[in-house]
């Protein structure tokens, strides 16, 4: 590796730090004066060993399945509380299963409970992974339910 | 009605009248009279709360040995039958176990009535079909055991019947053998009692008694069993007055609910509902003739005539019954010689649920004296629906017994208690809880009640703390000595091993608990901030701004320490701990149901940081004494207190989150560390529990990179004192990738701040 590129690699490290420290401090919606942090190596793309690209959920078959259909259906049908059971126990089973809880935010939304969509958004988001297409939906659905909630 | 009848009736009421009067003023009548009205509107009214464990979900690829299948149906009350016809019955043939399920009604609606076919291989349902047709079934719901009932006292429990729920061969049999004359006497019998004495005198002792079935309630509803004769007379003017305010229908159903039928360890069996089910496993509408036979027969003397410890004395009975029941025209011959070559009963009473689990009933009482009042949870007849996991529940109680008395035979100590919680990793449903070792004795709930320092638990709010502010696991912090003025007090914690480590990673104070190191960082983040952590992460209390904080010197009690580890767990996500899924009103309708509900308070690149660090207090640091299975299943944190006091572990595997305590209730120190003893005991149910591995979800904006150990610099893959650790980053090079930022971002940051503490004021309120 050639003295060029390490430079390269080491001046986007130093802003990236700045920036995960700058985010840091709004995620806590405080914005308190503290020391800076000793500096710590940057962080650099390495895939970790053995791991699969960054496997997405992927929903077991079994019981599961057949009662997330059902809730599917029920949703489709709005009836809306019926969904909302059905899915809870679908959780039961399947509790990090990110398709269920972005349904479950989408039966809220129907409900109009929109922050709790929101909330049910963003859990099923932190069970995505890489999954950019659930991402994707969840981002969706919460800048709706941010549009409900203003109207 | 013949002359004689008639006569007879107005005699008998005459003299009646002249019995009251001749005893008793009019002042004293009176009082009788309320006093009975009181004691027989309170019990006729009192339809007790039940409560059920959560329903046994069962579909194939659930994870469940024979043994524990055979357990949930027996505490669901199932009766093995020999042929499986009817609801609530099983039988078992080796792997494979046929049932028919009883029809529930949940929130959802009504459950059906199915028979299914069970066969269970290498722990595990291998295969769920409909018996007979073989056709597979994806998933299918027992119904809900009872556990227990809010009676008003707390060794009674009652399955209280309507009129129209009383099978007719029941009402004719208990008059016919017990008071012949019950739709004509007035309370009293004088026709009766005149037998009775007549038949006394000549067989030179006792073989009848005189009382009619109003004077065997009155009886049974006084809570003390006098027998002055003082006592005598005042039950046989109630049951004149009883007879007088009331009408018989009323009378003969209290008297059904009420009479006294047997005894199961501590708790009394009152009323032919739950004798039923103790005695045959089978609701009253479902008992044979004979067993009919068998439970009127018992009214006399439940232990003498108790079919299954005094089997002789109950088949002479049911036998007296029978030919009475014939003579009485109530069954025919041919039934009546039938019902005699029945065998007195195919099941063993099995101990069953009730009041099985006080330290978990106790949780749901107190959740729902917050919505409800007393009153309503004694007599409104409420189904609630509990998250009790008997299965989870029976592990826990097994486990802290012996292991604690494993550990007091180790090493030495004695008088240790301990308690455990165990929770849904992502759902918060309270799966188990142990007030104490011995789980079946009522009284200290330790679970929600001990108060004890958390020590090295508090650990964790620290060090996410310090990830928020931007430190990675990989920043060096000293481990070194500190004092520290408090209010002119001079403040020197220690290490556990008096040692300064000097320079060390984040990742490394975290996993080996280190003190010196711990007490440096919180003090450069800052107390407020530490304690900010700690309110975000679900600790509701307010909490002061001591530096001793920082090493755990303050009072929780476990379950308080499972509601802050539930966020840990969940990933971030604020899940308030249930142990009531719903209530229902007595006709089934759904009164309030506590639904899922999560609130984000931490970002998931933060949580992941986190829990990969306390995966590595499994791997190798004070939890790796506990060895896993495979590598990372676990993530926990150990806690040790002052003077080792208290002993503590909390930690989750992929499905569930355990703390558990051990400690003194005299709080003189017990010679453990979290390591050396909460964590065997929740080693040993974890393992017992066979809880998922753990797998995280490996959030977009993290990134590994390899540090060297001693540096704590980045380094190259063959450096030998080296290790991998995750970072937050942000790839720029990867276009599909999740910008953590960006300014809805900080709203929505914004926004969860305003809810939370939104949801704060109301917690606290």
């Known amino acids: 590796m050639s003295i060029t590129h390490e430079k390269f690699r080491l001046t986007r490290s130093f802003g990236t730090i700045h920036l995960v420290l700058f985010l840091s401090f709004v995620l806590h919606g405080c914005a308190i004066q503290s020391p800076a942090p000793p500096p710590s190596p940057g962080p650099e793309s390495v895939p970790r060993p053995g791991a699969e690209e960054s496997a997405p959920y992927s929903p077991k078959l079994g019981s599961a399945a057949s009662l997330y259909s059902q809730a599917k259906a029920s949703l489709a049908q709005g009836r809306y509380h019926q969904a909302e059971l059905e899915l809870e126990r679908a959780l039961r089973i399947e509790p990090r299963n990110g398709d269920y809880w972005y349904t479950m935010a989408k039966v809220k939304y129907q409900q109009n409970l929109y922050n709790q969509a929101v909330q049910f958004c963003l859990k099923s988001k932190s069970l995505a992974g890489r999954n950019s297409e659930l991402i994707r939906l969840n981002d969706a659905l919460i800048a709706e339910a941010r549009q409900q909630q203003s109207n | ?765």
């Open chain 2, 1 to 765: 009605m013949k002359k004689t009848t008639i006569a007879i009736s107005v005699i008998g009421g005459f003299l009646c009248i002249t019995l009251l009067f001749a005893f008793f003023t009019v002042r004293q009548v009176m009082q009788l009279n309320s006093e009975i009205g009181q004691l027989f509107d309170g019990k006729r009214w009192s339809l007790p709360a039940v409560l059920y464990a959560r329903p046994l979900e069962l579909y194939p690829g659930l994870e469940m040995t024979g043994e524990m299948f055979e357990q949930e149906l027996q505490l669901a009350g199932y009766r093995r039958d020999v042929s499986v016809q009817d609801e609530g019955g099983y039988s078992r043939s080796g792997s494979t176990f046929e049932l028919v399920t009883r029809a529930f009604v949940y929130p959802s609606g009504l459950e059906k009535s199915v028979a299914i076919t069970v066969v269970i291989i290498n722990d595990r349902v291998a295969q769920l079909t409909e018996t007979g047709s073989d056709s597979p079934v994806p998933f299918a719901r027992l119904d809900p055991a009872r556990i227990g009932s809010f009676h008003p006292l707390v060794h009674e429990d009652r399955i209280v019947l309507q009129p129209q729920e009383i099978p007719i061969l029941l009402r004719e049999a208990l008059i016919a053998v017990e008071d012949k004359g019950f739709f004509s006497h007035h309370g009293i019998s004088i026709v009766g009692i005149a037998r009775a004495f007549l038949a006394n005198l000549a067989a030179g002792k006792t073989v009848q008694g005189g009382s009619t079935l109003t004077q065997q309630l009155v009886k049974n509803l006084f809570l003390n069993r006098e027998r002055t004769l003082s006592r005598k007379l005042q039950e046989a003017v109630m049951a004149v007055l009883l007879d007088f305010n009331y009408s018989k229908e009323e009378i003969l159903t209290a008297y059904i609910n009420e009479v006294y039928l047997g005894q199961d360890g501590a708790r009394a069996i009152h009323g032919f509902g739950l004798a039923s089910q103790f005695h045959f496993r089978r609701n009253l509408q479902d008992l044979s003739v004979s067993q009919v036979a068998t439970l009127v027969g018992m009214v006399k003397g439940p232990t003498y005539f108790d079919p299954l410890r005094q089997p002789d004395n109950a088949l002479a009975r049911r036998e007296i019954v029978l030919r009475i029941m014939q003579s009485e025209n109530i069954i025919d011959e041919q039934i009546a010689v039938a019902a005699n070559r029945e065998p007195l009963t195919d099941v063993i009473p099995q101990k069953n649920g009730f009041n099985r689990f006080p330290a978990f009933l106790e949780l749901v009482r107190r959740q729902l004296q917050a919505e409800y009042r007393e009153e309503d949870l004694k007599s409104n007849g409420l189904k609630i629906m509990t998250t009790l996991d008997p299965q989870v529940q029976w592990q826990v109680e097994r486990q802290l017994s012996s292991s604690i008395n494993e550990i007091e035979d180790r090493s030495g100590s004695k008088n240790i208690e301990g308690a455990v919680v165990v929770t849904g990793r992502e759902n918060g449903e309270v799966q188990a809880i142990a007030g104490g070792r011995n789980a079946l004795q009522p009284g200290f709930n330790r679970a929600l009640d001990a108060s004890r320092h958390i020590g090295s638990l508090v650990k964790p709010a620290v060090y996410l703390a310090a990830l928020a502010k931007g430190y990675t696991l990989a920043s060096p912090l000293m481990d070194t000595e500190i004092n520290i003025d408090i209010d002119g007090e001079r403040w020197r914690p220690q290490n556990y091993d008096k040692i300064n480590h000097g320079r060390i990673g984040l990742y490394t104070a975290l996993a080996r608990s280190y003190n010196l190191a711990t007490v440096r960082l919180g003090l450069e983040i800052g107390l407020p901030e530490v304690i900010n952590t700690l309110t975000m992460l679900g600790y509701p209390k307010t909490i002061k701004p001591y530096p001793s904080l920082l090493l755990g010197a303050i009072s929780m009690s476990p379950l308080d320490v499972t509601q802050f580890y539930q966020t840990i767990a969940s990933g971030g996500f604020y899940l308030p701990l249930r142990s009531i899924r719903a209530v229902m009103n007595s006709d089934d309708s759904l009164l309030t149901r506590y639904g899922l509900e999560v609130e984000q308070h931490f970002s998931p690149e933060l949580m992941f940081l986190l829990t990969h660090g306390l995966q590595r207090v499994m791997e190798e640091g004070t939890g790796s004494r506990y060895t896993p299975t495979a590598s990372r299943s676990y993530a926990g944190k150990t806690g040790t207190s002052d003077n080792l006091r208290d002993s503590w572990f909390a930690g989750f595997s992929g499905d569930r989150l355990a703390v558990v305590w051990l400690g003194r209730d005299d709080n003189k120190p017990t010679n453990l560390t979290g390591a050396s003893g909460a964590l065997i005991v929740w080693g040993k149910m974890m393992q017992g529990l066979s809880s998922e591995p753990l797998e995280q979800t490996e959030p977009a904006g993290i990134g590994w990179s390899r540090i060297d150990t001693r540096t704590l610099q980045r380094t190259h893959p063959l450096n030998p004192d080296s290790t991998l650790l995750p970072f937050i980053s942000v790839n720029d090079n990867d276009p599909d990738q999740q910008q953590p930022a960006s300014d809805s971002g900080i709203e929505d940051i914004k926004n969860m701040t305003r809810s939370f503490l939104d949801t704060l004021n109301r917690l606290i309120k």
